[in-house]
């Protein structure tokens, strides 16, 4: 029989694991991707050890599965997704991306060109191209690149009207 107490367990791990599984998805920046996929399979996975709390705790072994499962499903999993969400390279690109709305918004435009893009890079001492050519970019998306001499990883920018979407490429 289950205890009410393993069940009031089940229910306060599972809601800690869905808290820290939300509050790690909004804290990636929403010009990124945020992996929603990979976020909804590790939640369902820590929920999935939140409800083994409720059967027999009696085996030593299934308490370590459990904890090992919680620890990193419900804790590690989303927060390094988060942390890993924004290496170096994207972190330039949103930079950039920064820079350039507000290089249209000065401009009193609502979209942001490639030539603000292109600024925006000169300016932070960066690299400019385009996935079809590398020595010259005229159209969405670009490859930034924090260092002209830098060769991979590249971030790629991509503007939709006003709105930034960078990616790695």
Known sequence: MVSVSSRVQAL???GFCVLVAVLA???VDGRLDRHW???GLTLVLALCCAALLTGDQSRR????IVAVGLAMF???FP????????????????QVATDAEAAAQKAGRTAVSVDDVKAAV???????????????????????RANPAQ?????????TGPDAKVRPC
């Open 122 to 144: 000169a300016a932070r001492g960066g690299a400019v191209g385009s996935p079809v050519e590398a020595r010259g970019a005229d159209a969405y998306p670009l490859i930034l």
């Open 25 to 27: 998805a909004v804290f």
């Open 79 to 94: 927060v390094t997704t988060t942390t890993w969400a924004s290496p170096p390279e994207i972190d330039f690109a949103l």
């Open 61 to 64: 072994l299934r308490r370590i």
């Open 37 to 39: 996929i990979l976020r």
């Open 74 to 76: 419900g804790v590690v």
């Open 151 to 159: 060769g991979r990883p590249w971030a790629c920018l991509g503007f």
């Open 12 to 14: 306060a791990v599972g």
